[in-house]
Structures are given as C-alpha cells and as structure tokens.
C-alpha cells in the first residue's frame, strides 16, 4: 500500500497526507505560505485561546486572519469551557478555516493552568462533551489533536479513540509521547499503530512525533496511520515535505544547500516584515534564526550579527550568502 496519498477529513480532500503541526509562535501565515508552497498536504495555524476570543482579545482575534492563498488550512483553538470552544469554533469558520481543531495534547503549564491541553486527559467524558459541543456548532470538520496519555506506562489510547470517535470527529490526531515526556524520548509505534487498527474505516488517524527526516516519517506512516504531522523539522527546513514525498516515491532525497536555505529563509524574513511590520517582522524572524543559519563556514557570526540588528535592510543584506 502507498504511504504518500491524498487525505480526506470530513468533506475536506487534501493533495498529500503531510501536514504541518499546529506551534505557537511559528505557523503563521507567512511560515504556513511557505510550506504549502514546499509541499505540505495541509497546514495548520497556531492555537489560539478560545478563552481569549469570548473576551474580544484583538491580538487572539487577528490569529484567526486567513490569507486566500493558504488553504487547506487547520485553525487549532484550545479551552476548557465548552461555550467559549464553540464561540471560537464559529469565529474561525467565519474567518475562513477549513478545519476546526481542539488541542487536548498542549503540556505548557501556561495552557494546561488554564484547565486547557493535555490536563483535559484527566476527565474523558467532559472531554468528549466539548468535543461534541463543537462538532454540532459548526459545519466545518472538526478534529481532536491529542497525546497517547498523561504519564508513561498509563496509556488512553484505546479511550481516546472511542470518545473522538462517539463525539463525531472528521479525524483524530495523536501524538505518540506521553504529555510528561514533552518532546523528549522515543516516539511509542505500539500505540500509535494500536490507534491505527482501532481507527481503520472509520475516522482517518494522522500521527506526529519527533519526525525531522523522511526515514521518521516513513516510520510513522508504517504504523497505519493515514497521515502524519510534522512540527519542528519544519522549522528552517520547510523542504521536509518534499523531501519525504521524494523518499516516499524513490527511496532517496535531497538536502538543500547552506545556499538554498538561507535564500528560502531571506524570503520568509521579507514576508515577514511586509506581513507584520519592520520591527515586529524582524523580531519574529529572529526567534527561528537559529534553524535556518547553522551548518556552513561562518554560520555563528552572521547569526549573532543577525539578531542583534534592528533595521531591515542591513539584516537582509547579512543574508546575502558569497
């Protein structure tokens, strides 16, 4: 069976299977343009507070903008009031999302004090109550992105399935580490492919966890998911899509030049700057800086200058690689 397919959720076909994880702080609109244009099936936006929303938050309300050119796209909201999930789910529908995702798996304890994340593993029928409060408030697919469970060794996977399933999820997305184990530590196979066989023919699974090369993401989709989500090995290389759709098809892939990344990543600072402004695009730019100018003679320096520069032009001309 192919690996690399289109991936349907709900009434939504998207060209490949190969989406782009939810991260705060990154997956805005212009990150989201570029790797849909690497290659990416389906991207998805930073969560964004529902809590946030029902209280008019104008920065929350601006996370919710939508280009016309980046769809397909996944608007991720996350809560633990189920009238202000749906609040936030038909605000989203309104901006133009073509998915509505809840984020049931976040392990910052910013979110998670806020009763939201992956503390709602903790009571599985409120869980699947607000679920199914926003599946029934919006006409858009809705989707659970979620963890294998809490702690290690206390796995939810076959629950969580039934609830994502009995709410009347388009799909569920499972990340294949326990919340206590963050981003660190080995991708657990056995449940994710436990989820797979629970899921089979009737919601598609997309799995995620630690993929940063094409032989991860092979792994992933071995599990029998129908299709995997990659976060930060996206981060300074949105050629990640292509190169697993390489993998996929041929068995081998490319990696970019130091040249070819430092090109890509100029062009993601101007979009950045023409998107948010001078100093706020710049600023932004500069969080990821350490993704994209790395591995080639002289990286280290230009880096440091990079982010201690405050006008534009000048930061841009430091990416002018001879």
């Known amino acids: 069976m192919a690996l690399l397919k289109t991936l349907k959720i709900g009434n939504l076909v998207c060209k490949n299977n190969l989406v782009l994880a939810p991260m705060a702080g990154i997956t805005d609109t212009p990150f989201r343009l570029l790797c849909l244009e690497g290659?990416?099936?389906?991207?998805?936006?930073?969560?964004?507070?529902?809590?946030?929303?029902?209280?008019?938050?104008?920065?929350?309300?601006?996370?919710?903008k939508i280009s016309a050119k980046e769809h397909p796209l996944s608007m991720q909201i996350f809560g633990g009031d189920a009238g202000a999930l749906v609040l936030a789910a038909k605000l989203a529908e309104e901006a133009g999302a073509d998915i509505i995702d809840i984020n049931a798996g976040c392990p910052v304890k910013k979110v998670n004090k806020a009763g939201a994340g992956c503390v709602l593993l903790k009571d599985l029928i409120k869980l699947e109550q607000m679920l199914s409060a926003v599946v029934k408030s919006t006409k858009k697919p809705v989707t659970l992105k979620t963890r294998i469970g809490l702690t290690e060794n206390n796995f939810l996977t076959k629950d969580i399935v039934n609830l994502a399933i009995n709410a009347g999820a388009a799909a569920l997305v499972l990340h294949g580490r326990a919340a206590s184990k963050m981003h660190s530590g080995p991708v657990n196979l056995e449940e994710l492919s436990k989820a797979a066989e629970l899921t089979k023919g009737k919601i598609p699974l997309i799995v995620n966890g630690g993929i940063t090369n094409p032989t991860e993401a092979k792994t992933l989709l071995e599990t029998g998911a129908q299709g995997i989500m990659i976060g930060r090995g996206a981060i300074g290389n949105p050629f990640i899509f292509k190169q697993i759709e390489d993998f996929l098809n041929t068995g081998v892939y490319q990696e970019p030049s130091a040249e070819e990344r430092i090109k890509k990543y100029k062009f993601l600072v101007k979009q950045n700057i023409e998107f948010y402004g001078e100093r706020v695009g710049l600023n932004r730019s500069k969080?990821?800086?350490?993704?994209?100018?790395?591995?080639?003679?002289?990286?280290?320096?230009?880096?440091?200058?990079?982010?201690?520069c405050q006008e534009a032009s000048k930061a841009l001309s430091l990416l002018n690689l001879k």
């Open 39 to 64: 290659g990416a099936g389906l991207v998805c936006a930073e969560m964004v507070s529902s809590s946030a929303l029902k209280y008019g938050n104008e920065k929350s309300k601006n996370m919710l």
């Open 287 to 308: 969080k990821t800086a350490g993704f994209w100018i790395n591995n080639f003679a002289g990286a280290a320096k230009i880096r440091a200058a990079f982010v201690l």
